[in-house]
């Protein structure tokens, strides 16, 4: 159902919840007790309808820095799992998202509540038919997408933007149940969100490393990654000693810590590590963490709208750069590049929906990209989404 109210609750499946962010312990017993789904066509802001949505069903989201805990016992409110599209984000802040979905049967907001049970229903029924994924159809050839990162140099160039990051898209056709092969993202080494999200007609999963915005002890805690080499020794000397690679990521921490100051406590904005180099798959990226105390009274909305969409997904000057991806990207970016995971008494935990997949009626979507600088190699830039693609579609093309 399209619009600011719940979905028949009763017409959904309702398996194990595999939320990114969900309890381990509470996993296996909790149920659906109502969702808001929210389309940016709707009208209204997606932030406050998600903060609101939640303080109405038992989750006072409206002051984070209120002490909370959780409890495992009881039949009460777990939490609830939270998706928010690039595309909400930047209507949030204002800002045009650029081309349409090519994913339209996803909401561009969900929001799903959950309480513990002590009868967990059964698992839905698995499809029959046998999973086949079809071969990927790109929505940008190489060449395109070369141009494009050429067309971002430029506007460098002129002092229109320090940096761009381009997404693209690849779509394929599928038979079978999707909900398994998009559990099985999680299993990706370094997975941090791994888990999925369904509805009427869509589904997600998510394998990302990436923490758009958590509240760990008391703090605001983002860690954004930037900077991608082959997982092997050289790889990672050569991300080490990247001069444009290191450039690139202190751009997006700047950009972060701006983000997070605007609804921080003065002066409580720190950079706690700088450019770790971690493994995802087969690929070694560059991480760093920021966090700050949250200002008094902060409430989720606010912090939605400081910190998406993500600056390492789009880039710095953060307005700047989105109108430069509104216009250089062929198709928007759907499930991808935008924020998912879990909402609970005193946690919250966000991540960044890259290395993501999405169905869409009998279709499946993924996207990958990388940030642009004036030091950036199209051909090298090609080769990096493609690179962070390929585990993703090994993974769903697994039988």
């Not at 959904?12 to 990114?20: C, F, K, S, T, Y």
């Not at 921490?253 to 180099?277: C, K, M, Q, Y």
């Given at each position: 159902?399209?619009?600011?109210?719940?979905?028949?609750?009763?017409?959904?499946?309702?398996?194990?919840?595999?939320?990114?962010?969900?309890?381990?312990?509470?996993?296996?017993?909790?149920?659906?007790?109502?969702?808001?789904?929210?389309?940016?066509?709707?009208?209204?802001?997606?932030?406050?309808?998600?903060?609101?949505?939640?303080?109405?069903h038992g989750l006072p989201v409206g002051?984070?820095?209120?002490?909370?805990?959780?409890?495992?016992?009881?039949?009460?409110?777990?939490?609830?799992?939270?998706?928010?599209?690039?595309?909400?984000?930047?209507?949030?802040?204002?800002?045009?998202?650029?081309?349409?979905?090519?994913?339209?049967?996803?909401?561009?907001?969900?929001?799903v509540v959950y309480r513990h049970t002590d009868r967990p229903p059964p698992p839905p029924p698995a499809s029959p038919r046998r999973w086949r994924v079809g071969p990927w159809r790109e929505s940008w050839t190489p060449a395109a997408h070369a141009a494009a990162v050429d067309a971002?140099?430029?506007?460098i160039a002129r002092g229109d933007v320090y940096q761009v990051n381009l997404v693209g898209h690849a779509a394929a056709d599928y038979t079978g149940d999707a909900l398994p092969a998009l559990a099985r993202l999680a299993a990706l080494p370094g997975a941090r969100y791994g888990g999925t999200l369904t509805g009427p007609g869509w589904a997600l999963g998510c394998a990302s490393p990436e923490t758009l915005i958590a509240v760990e002890g008391g703090r605001l805690v983002t860690r954004p990654i930037k900077g991608t080499r082959p997982a092997t020794p050289a790889g990672r000397c050569d991300l080490l000693g990247s001069a444009k690679e290191r450039a690139e990521h202190i751009m997006?921490?700047?950009?972060?810590?701006?983000?997070?100051?605007?609804?921080?406590?003065?002066?409580?904005?720190?950079?706690?590590?700088?450019?770790?180099?971690?493994?995802?798959?087969?690929?070694?990226?560059?991480?760093?963490?920021?966090s700050a105390v949250p200002a008094d009274?902060?409430?989720?909305?606010?912090?939605?709208?400081?910190v998406c969409p993500g600056g390492s997904v789009t880039g710095a000057p953060k307005h700047a750069a989105l109108a430069q991806i509104a216009a250089l990207e062929p198709v928007?970016?759907?499930a991808g590049m935008g924020a998912l995971g879990w909402v609970a008494p005193?946690?919250?935990?966000?991540?960044?929906?890259?290395?993501?997949?999405?169905?869409?009626?009998?279709?499946?979507?993924?996207?990958?990209?990388?940030?642009?600088?004036?030091?950036?190699?199209?051909?090298?830039?090609?080769?990096?989404?493609?690179?962070?693609?390929?585990?993703?579609?090994?993974?769903?093309?697994a039988g």
């Open positions: 159902m399209s619009g600011p109210h719940p979905d028949d609750v009763e017409a959904l499946p309702q398996g194990e919840v595999d939320a990114p962010g969900a309890p381990p312990g509470c996993r296996g017993r909790l149920v659906e007790t109502a969702r808001l789904h929210w389309r940016t066509t709707d009208g209204g802001d997606a932030a406050d309808l998600a903060q609101r949505f939640l303080t109405a002051d984070l820095t209120r002490p909370a805990r959780h409890t495992h016992t009881g039949e009460g409110v777990c939490g609830a799992a939270l998706y928010l599209s690039a595309a909400a984000a930047t209507h949030t802040i204002g800002v045009s998202p650029g081309a349409p979905s090519p994913a339209p049967a996803l909401p561009d907001l969900a929001v971002v140099r430029a506007a997006i921490v700047d950009l972060e810590r701006n983000d997070l100051a605007r609804v921080a406590r003065t002066g409580s904005v720190r950079v706690d590590e700088l450019f770790a180099v971690r493994r995802w798959c087969d690929l070694w990226q560059a991480e760093s963490t920021v009274g902060l409430g989720l909305a606010d912090l939605l709208r400081a928007g970016r759907g005193g946690r919250l935990d966000l991540g960044l929906t890259i290395r993501t997949a999405a169905v869409d009626g009998r279709r499946l979507h993924l996207w990958a990209g990388g940030g642009i600088t004036w030091g950036s190699d199209p051909a090298a830039e090609v080769a990096e989404a493609a690179a962070k693609a390929a585990p993703v579609r090994a993974l769903l093309a």
